[in-house]
């Protein structure tokens, strides 16, 4: 039988009275070895497991994949959330496609992750972590424009003044990286996009580049609040002369993926990609 481990975000609306249908629908498949709450405490080495269930919302399924990225399993997100962008399932979707999730040869989706290093102006290690999404250099309050040099796979790079850099993974494409005016960028496609924010220039427009090159960014002037941002939810302060190295991952994350919709259906759908106007002669 598939060892399954249930990991819930019980403060989300609808997920403590979801939980025992869960339950049933994943013990008609497989067998729970273990329930977790949805938080950052490690999982004992003991536990194994085949499939990690996660009823929350699109952050939750985030924050619970760098938790477990080490395990390399694949993950089914069940959404509780408000766009359900990377939990691609309901409960109905879940119960439907059950015997694939937990079968011997589910869909399961491999998707990239940025390995993000600080290190201070003196070379000592600050803060090593993992980012789904994005890796963002945020300039913080007082909230004057900072400056950063970039490096890109060791050659020469632009400098930056304005609100701070977004380096963001393909699946983060459509995250932080699109609201500052970044490309979509197919999550089968191994890349690195990195996307300006705010840069106090005419000419500084968004890149995609190969997954196997490495981003040196130099904190040239920072404000009291700048950080290096990782989903929008580990934050690592960022002083002057502070050094942040960012790369693909050696590990891959694995999601399983539904059948019954492809990206552009959720592009289109969820994301309202392409969207027209109201014309009158369509009822809208």
């Known amino acids: 039988m598939t060892d399954v481990l249930l990991v819930?975000?019980?403060?989300?609306?609808?997920?403590?009275?979801?939980?025992?249908?869960?339950?049933?629908?994943v013990s008609a498949h497989g067998r729970i070895v273990e329930e977790l709450d949805a938080d950052q405490r490690p999982v004992?080495?003991?536990?194994?497991?085949?499939?990690?269930?996660?009823?929350?919302?699109?952050?939750?399924?985030?924050?619970?994949?760098?938790?477990?990225?080490?395990?390399?399993?694949?993950?089914?997100?069940?959404?509780?959330?408000?766009?359900?962008?990377?939990?691609e399932f309901d409960l109905a979707g879940l119960k439907r496609h059950a015997a694939m999730i937990f079968g011997e040869d589910p869909?399961?989706?491999?998707?990239?992750?940025?390995?993000?290093?600080?290190?201070?102006?003196?070379?000592?290690l600050?803060?090593?972590?993992?980012?789904?999404?994005?890796?963002?250099?945020?300039?913080?309050?007082?909230?004057?424009?900072?400056?950063?040099?970039?490096?890109?796979?060791?050659?020469?790079?632009?400098?930056?003044?304005?609100?701070?850099?977004?380096?963001?993974?393909?699946?983060g494409s459509t995250a932080y990286n699109v609201s500052a005016g970044g490309p979509i960028v197919h999550p089968d496609?191994?890349?690195?996009?990195?996307?300006?924010?705010?840069?106090?220039s005419l000419a500084f427009r968004p890149i995609v580049a190969p997954?196997?090159?490495?981003?040196?960014?130099?904190t040239v002037r920072a404000n009291e609040g700048t950080s290096l941002v990782l989903d929008g939810q580990a934050i690592v302060p960022l002083a002057k002369g502070d050094r942040v190295?960012?790369?693909?991952?050696?590990?891959?994350?694995?999601?399983i993926g539904n059948p019954d919709h492809s990206y552009w259906d959720t592009l289109v759908e969820k994301m309202r990609w392409a969207a027209p106007p109201s014309y009158r002669d369509r009822g809208a």
């Open 8 to 25: 819930a975000d019980r403060t989300r609306q609808g997920v403590p009275e979801a939980l025992e249908e869960v339950r049933r629908i």
């Open 44 to 87: 004992p080495l003991r536990t194994v497991f085949d499939r990690v269930v996660v009823l929350g919302g699109d952050g939750t399924l985030i924050a619970q994949c760098r938790r477990l990225l080490d395990r390399s399993v694949p993950m089914v997100g069940v959404n509780f959330g408000r766009l359900g962008f990377l939990a």
């Open 107 to 124: 869909i399961v989706r491999p998707r990239m992750v940025l390995d993000a290093i600080v290190r201070n102006a003196r070379g000592d």
């Open 126 to 171: 600050v803060h090593e972590g993992l980012a789904i999404n994005e890796a963002a250099i945020t300039a913080g309050a007082p909230f004057r424009m900072i400056e950063l040099k970039l490096t890109l796979g060791g050659g020469p790079g632009p400098d930056l003044v304005g609100d701070g850099v977004i380096v963001s993974t393909p699946i």
């Open 189 to 200: 496609l191994e890349a690195i996009i990195v996307t300006p924010n705010c840069a106090h």
């Open 211 to 218: 997954s196997h090159l490495e981003i040196l960014i130099d």
């Open 245 to 255: 190295l960012v790369g693909r991952h050696h590990i891959t994350a694995k999601f």
